[in-house]
């Protein structure tokens, strides 16, 4: 944590919240508060790695990439709610997928809004409800998702008034996969995964989405993938360097809308390591290309599988192949690209809705 333009962090609020207090710290203010607590409300999109390229690690633990990033429909609800001053930060979990998501001080949103009142110089006393509407360490970023939401929310309800380049500095320190969705629709991202450069994109993509109740650990498959390479034999730590040009086709058919060439030209580095922490994948992938999928691939880390399909109803027969199979714990159907993080509701205090 580092401190932000609002002076050093103060003493700890009461036991558990993770607020800073009001008392002894006078650099801050509490946050504007008054009968009818303000909320505000931000959905920020899952996501597809569309392609992964993956570099040979570096000093720092992180590895460089290449990744074309798409924001799809199955998305996280993030709803902040003003507390009493002093109350600090309390989180709530809930939706269909909440299971293993911590609600302490190791929550991302938690981290966000933190992040937030630093800068904005107040006290976070903030009630965090996450609505989770992504599979839970599927390799879709949930997590990040609730990061991004929860930076925009709070930017909002705590006055902060960040601009875009403060939301994605402060983003990019929460997770690598934080800024896309905060950004969302479709992006390259380089670096640790956290610079961005929109792509243009035509038409929509459908997609079965087959997930495992066992998540796979991002750092885990990552080790995986520096022991033993991309599957093609050659070894991880003797890489050349990942190039954008190495997309081109990719970037070329979801630019002129050309399903079939996005299906023929999806790539993922990790999914060799993410087949060998959980074997059971290469089902997943045969029973979705047995069923006409135009490409199957593990999304991001994984486990999650992500099949292409012609139309929403083709993704549905996918989705109906797998469970008949027994080859999945879940199934979702959704579609891309999607906008990142935004609001979709806010009331201020004592005040009528807000557009
Ligand atoms: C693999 C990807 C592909 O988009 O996503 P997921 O499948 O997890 O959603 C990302 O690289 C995950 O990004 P994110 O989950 O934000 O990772 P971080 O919190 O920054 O880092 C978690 C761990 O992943 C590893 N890591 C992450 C990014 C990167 N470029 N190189 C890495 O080696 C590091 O071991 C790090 O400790
Ligand atoms: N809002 C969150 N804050 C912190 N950790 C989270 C949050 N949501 C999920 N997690 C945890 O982080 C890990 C990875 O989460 P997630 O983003 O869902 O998957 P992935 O990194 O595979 O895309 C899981 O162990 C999960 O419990």
Known sequence: MVPGPGGPRGPRGPEGSGGTGGQGDDQRR???SSGVPATVRVRAPGKVNLSLRVGAVQDDGYHPLVTVFQAVSLAEEVTLTERAA???ILVEVTGPASDGVPTDRTNLAWQAVELVAERAGVDPDVHVELHKGVPVGGGMAGG???AAAALVA???LLHAGLSRDELHELAARLGSDVPFGLLGHVAVGTGRGHLLTPAMTRGELHWALGTRARGLSTAEVYRTFDERGPGDGSS???REPVHVDQDA???QALGAGDTEGVGRALHNDLQAAALHLAPELADVLTVAERAGTLGAIVSGSGPTVAALARSPRHARAIG????AAGVVDGVHVAS?????ARIVHSVASDGPPRP
């Open 30 to 32: 509490a946050a504007p």
């Open 86 to 88: 002093g109350a600090g």
């Open 144 to 146: 990040s998702a609730d």
């Open 154 to 156: 709070a930017d909002h």
């Open 236 to 238: 991880a730590a003797e």
């Open 249 to 251: 086709e990719l970037l």
């Open 320 to 323: 109906a192949a797998w469970t």
């Open 336 to 340: 891309g690209p999607t906008h990142g």
